[in-house]
């Protein structure tokens, strides 16, 4: 019995440790500011702004924005496309068989991808997006110019980039290989450090580790050329992702609430179950 509860409990915590995404990137963690409405505020700016062009949020209606605090006003000023009423729904510029022909995959809807890519217990959507939004970089070989560490050889150019300004990207990759000419079973250690510029050239270096008896290691390192710039943007992307997860919840924070006021409801009845039994069998006995 005792062995089965801990097996159990190893497969749970094997479970949570495995965090990494598809490329093997381990995501960060998205900073909480779910209940933050100037935070909120700016991520749907920045979403209707830059996100809007390819995808749709169809399950969103621009008013419902009054809920994270904006007025009718501010909506029609600085969200609204041309033609879009505040009582429509959040649809993107670019149909999905225009998608497909310009990028190779159509963009996909991103009303609940926040609840969508969420990994495990521990590693939410709004993780993944997080990372995903902050770990672009220039990649010459790429069609549209840019790859992506937690979403490799993503069909999505890094659209605000310019917010982000230029980095480099640097991988360090530590392993066993077979030596040319090295006697069959015979593994040597190398480490291959590859930088992608700013421009998005790539430079590769192979060093032999001589005597090496670690194991096998990949660092990624960005270097930004504006390193306030480059914080400033960390922000947006968190902004983002937090508008992201609301959407892809709205009810999240009341749900809460509410979950809250169950639990206190059911407390108090517990307490006066547990004194009304005792009451009674006092009688009784
Ligand atoms: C130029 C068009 C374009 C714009 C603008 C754009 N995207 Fe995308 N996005 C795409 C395409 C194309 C895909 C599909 C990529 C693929 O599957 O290879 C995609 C996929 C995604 C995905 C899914 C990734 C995955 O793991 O499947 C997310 C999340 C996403 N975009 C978020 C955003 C956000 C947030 C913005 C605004 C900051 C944005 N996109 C702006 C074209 C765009």
Redesign the pocket.
Same mark, same amino acid.
């Given at each position: 019995m005792i062995k089965k509860l801990l097996c159990a409990l190893a497969l749970m915590i094997t479970c949570t440790a495995a965090g990494a995404a598809g490329g093997g990137y381990t995501l960060d963690k998205a900073p909480d500011r779910a209940t933050n409405l100037a935070s909120l505020q700016n991520g749907a700016k =920045?979403?209707v702004n830059? /996100?809007l062009? /390819?995808?749709g949020a169809t399950s969103m209606r621009y008013n419902k924005l009054k809920d994270i605090g904006l007025t009718d006003d501010q909506i029609k000023e600085s969200l609204l496309f041309t033609g879009d009423k505040v009582g429509d729904l959040m649809k993107g510029s670019v149909s999905v068989k225009d998608?497909k022909a310009w990028?190779g #995959?159509p *963009? *996909?809807d =991103?009303s609940v @991808?926040a609840r969508a890519?969420a990994q495990s217990a521990s590693v939410t959507g709004a993780d993944y @997006?997080y990372t995903? =939004?902050r770990t672009f970089y220039r990649d010459t070989t790429k069609l549209t110019g840019w790859n992506n560490l937690a979403?490799p050889n993503?069909?999505? *150019?890094h #659209?605000?980039w310019e917010r982000q300004g230029p980095r480099t990207m640097t991988s360090v990759v530590v392993h066993e290989h077979e030596a040319p000419g090295a006697k069959a079973g015979h593994a040597a250690w190398e480490r291959v450090t590859t930088s992608y510029d700013p421009m998005g050239f790539m430079t590769v270096k192979t060093e032999p580790l001589e005597n090496y008896h670690g194991h096998a290691t990949t660092d990624y390192q960005f270097k930004a050329v504006d390193a306030a710039r480059s914080a400033a943007y960390d922000s947006d992307a968190a902004d #983002?992702t937090a508008f992201?997860t609301w959407m892809s919840e709205p009810m999240a924070q009341t749900r809460k609430q509410i979950g809250v006021w169950v639990m206190l409801f059911l407390g108090l009845f517990f307490l006066v179950a547990w004194r009304l039994n005792a009451s009674y069998w006092k009688l009784v006995r």
């Open positions: =920045l979403f830059y /996100c062009n /390819c995808h998608g990028f #995959v *963009p *996909p =991103l @991808i890519k @997006i995903y =939004l979403f993503a069909g999505m *150019p #659209v605000m #983002v992201m």
